[in-house]
């Protein structure tokens, strides 16, 4: 006798971390990085108290946006925050995202959050006072790779 065996069964990872942080946060054990992308749907909110958008790079193929990288900065820590955001079409998909950061002159190497994540990649928060940044992000999505970095800019 054959038994068939069913090979279209899918396990939505989404799903199960979904799940796990429901169940955690019941217990009230929702660590800082699993919080809900719907608490933290705002790069402001991703990157913190005080920080305020001042620049941002839409990722999008010929007719969806599957992503957005946002600068932010906090002028009374004068730090920068960078943050990419995945869009309704791509959030809740595991994609390799990333975010970065570099303080012209601070004699340091580029700062950067690069993973698979299924809503954002960062925050990436440098000092950067008085000085440029050069900011960026990028989204895998599909059959592509959508970056962008910006030339030194947002000066002091």
Known sequence: MH?????????????????????????????????????????????????????????????????????????????????????????????PTGAWLDVDGDGKEQTSAQGTYSSYAGPVRLAAGGRCVKWGGMIEAGVGTYTYTSLWEHCG
């Open 3 to 95: 038994i068939p065996v069913r090979t279209d069964v899918r396990i939505h990872r989404s799903a199960v971390i979904a799940s796990t942080i429901a169940a955690l946060a019941a217990l009230g054990a929702v660590p800082a990085h699993a919080a809900s992308t719907e608490a933290a749907a705002t790069a402001a909110g991703i990157c913190g108290s005080g920080y305020t958008q001042i620049d941002s790079h839409a990722f999008s193929n010929s007719t969806t946006e599957l992503g957005r990288v946002y600068l932010l900065y906090n002028a009374s820590t004068k730090s920068n925050c960078v943050v990419t955001l995945h869009s309704s079409s791509t959030s809740g998909f595991a994609l």
